[in-house]
């Protein structure tokens, strides 16, 4: 089992930033994959920015140049940094980790942090 707890979330101006934060305990070392999701009101949850264990990256189109992820394997804490918010950056955004054994796959969320942006 993980559990995840985001923070970091908040209100904030267009063109100004927030980092979020998400600390995972319980069985760290299986997380191969963890990432932030996010999911406005009345939409979808999508994809904002992955990062593997080994450090690699991956970023909706929409992020690309304003978020930067990133990842403490000591701390088991992964972090998003976003610059440059933009209101269509409003919605609560979730921690995601992936464990991946030999025969399963296991998913796991955290509560989710509301970040509002303000135009």
């Known amino acids: 089992q993980v559990q995840l707890v985001e923070s970091g979330g908040g209100l904030v101006q267009a063109g100004g930033s927030l980092r979020l934060s998400c600390a995972a305990s319980g069985s760290t070392f299986s997380i191969n994959t963890m990432g932030w999701y996010r999911q406005a009101p009345g939409k979808e949850r999508d994809l904002v920015a992955t990062?593997?264990?080994?450090?690699?990256?991956n970023y909706a189109d929409s992020v690309k140049g304003r978020f930067t992820i990133s990842r403490d394997n000591a701390k088991n804490t992964v972090y998003l940094q976003m610059n440059s918010l933009k209101s269509e950056d409003t919605a609560v955004y979730y921690c995601?980790?992936?464990?991946?054994?030999?025969?399963?796959?296991?998913?796991?969320w955290g509560q989710g942090t509301q970040v509002t942006v303000s135009s």
């Open positions: 990062v593997t264990s080994r450090g690699t990256t």
């Open positions: 995601n980790a992936l464990i991946v054994g030999p025969t399963y796959q296991r998913v796991y």
